[in-house]
């Protein structure tokens, strides 16, 4: 079955940066792509990015530009978030996601990971 | 931007009966395969969010008959035709295959 299992982070500083990662297993790594949201305490849902495995192609919501870069390893079919400049709002669940990837763009979110708190704080 | 507007936000509902979800978009966007990429998703308190609904209609594997979901261009519905105890928790919509949009999510309860 399809599973995506994310890492522990815990408390960062701010203006320190984040790595998330998130190991997939069950299908095809590059077959699919990966995108990352975020949940702020109390709050919906907001929408990162996401990054074509098999492409290698990101497409990173505006908000985030210059401070997210979303890679993959296929190797070891994991995805991983890195996140710059941490601040006190960026506290939250990241959560990964598989999507479905055509020729330029990705879609259709099915199986999430678990979710990982990041809390920044000093 | 685009912005999905979902109503209500907070939906009591009595075990047994219907419940109905709305999803609005300000614009209607032109997706290159055809296809509008409007997805709902249930979320329970502590959990990560689960796909119920994909491309307005599509309900996915082991997802219960009484969930339905409809609509085009702008307006879209999710149905639940008999509310039970587990679907409470928030529910979302999204659409989006270049850059993706969340609505703001509405809260189910039981009454």
């Known amino acids: 079955q399809v599973q995506l299992v994310q890492s522990e982070v815990g408390v960062k500083k701010p203006g320190a940066s984040v790595r998330v990662s998130c190991k997939a297993s069950?299908?095809?790594?590059?077959?699919?792509?990966i995108t990352w949201v975020r949940q702020a305490p109390g709050q919906g849902l907001e929408w990162m990015g996401w990054i074509s495995a098999y492409t290698g192609n990101t497409n990173y919501a505006q908000r985030f530009q210059g401070r997210v870069t979303m890679t993959t390893e296929t190797s070891t079919s994991t995805a991983y978030m890195d996140l710059r400049s941490l601040r006190s709002d960026d506290t939250g669940i990241y959560y990964c996601?598989?999507?479905?990837?055509?020729?330029?763009?990705?879609?259709?979110?099915?199986?999430w990971g678990q979710g990982t708190l990041v809390t920044v704080s000093s | 931007d685009v912005v999905l507007t979902q109503s209500p936000l907070s939906l009591p509902v009595t075990l047994g009966q219907p419940a109905s979800i709305s999803c609005r978009s300000s614009?209607?966007?032109?997706?290159?395969?055809?296809?509008?990429?409007l997805n709902w998703f249930h979320q329970r308190p502590g959990q990560s969010p689960r796909r119920l609904i994909y491309?307005?209609?599509n309900r996915d594997s082991g997802v219960p008959d009484r969930f339905s979901g409809s609509g085009s261009g702008t307006d879209f519905t999710l149905k639940i035709s008999r509310v039970e105890a587990e679907d409470v928790g928030i529910y979302y919509c999204m659409h989006g295959t270049h850059w993706y949009t969340f609505g703001q999510g509405t809260k189910l309860e039981i009454k």
């Open positions: 491309k307005v209609s």
């Open positions: 996601a598989r999507v479905t990837c055509g020729s330029t763009s990705c879609y259709d979110l099915d199986y």
């Open positions: 614009q209607r966007l032109a997706y290159s395969d055809g296809n509008d990429h």
């Open positions: 069950g299908y095809t790594f590059p077959s699919f792509g």
